[in-house]
């Protein structure tokens, strides 16, 4: 389908304008698209498109709970969506996987009551929950 939408763009222009155009530079840095229409200004939904592979190792459904809770939070529009799904795409970028399951496991054992959340409750583990809550708030600068 691309192919034949690039082929009739081609047929409608003139042979002059084909013969006109300059050759890409090849040590010029790629041209960034914009989108147009109702995603037209929209938070990108990844915080550079040169992130590294080896970052995006947060499987899909810590993100998508991540993003469900988000969404709850903030309100439930697609402007929210895309924000949340921002939000953790650059957790994501500064905490590894496990750093984060464990500040989420100790956040999340804090709720409980009685003597099992008083383990939670250490100094021991205030730094990996810490470490989250400054990857949360550069998340929140970069993407609300």
């Known amino acids: ?7 009739a763009t081609l ?6 304008a084909l013969a006109q155009s300059p050759a890409p530079d090849p040590a010029a840095p790629p ?3 914009r989108p147009a229409g109702p995603d037209a200004g929209a938070v990108p939904a990844v915080p550079s498109s040169t992130m590294d592979e080896t970052l995006n190792d947060y499987p899909t459904l810590a ?3 991540y993003i469900f809770g988000c ?16 939000s953790i795409d650059v957790i994501a970028s500064i905490l590894p996987y496990e ?12 709720l409980a009551t009685g003597e099992r959340s008083s383990l939670f409750r250490i100094p021991a583990t205030e730094t990996g ?8 708030a ?7």
């Open 99 to 110: 750093a984060y399951e464990r500040a989420e496991t100790v956040l999340s054992m804090r």
């Open 1 to 7: 389908m691309t192919m034949r939408l690039l082929l």
């Open 63 to 65: 993100r998508a709970d």
């Open 129 to 136: 929950v810490a470490d989250l809550r400054r990857a949360q």
């Open 31 to 33: 041209a960034v698209m």
């Open 71 to 86: 969404l709850a939070t903030n309100g439930q529009d697609r402007d929210t969506m895309r924000r949340c799904a921002c």
């Open 138 to 144: 550069e998340a929140e600068i970069v993407c609300f």
């Open 11 to 16: 047929a409608l222009l003139p042979v002059t």
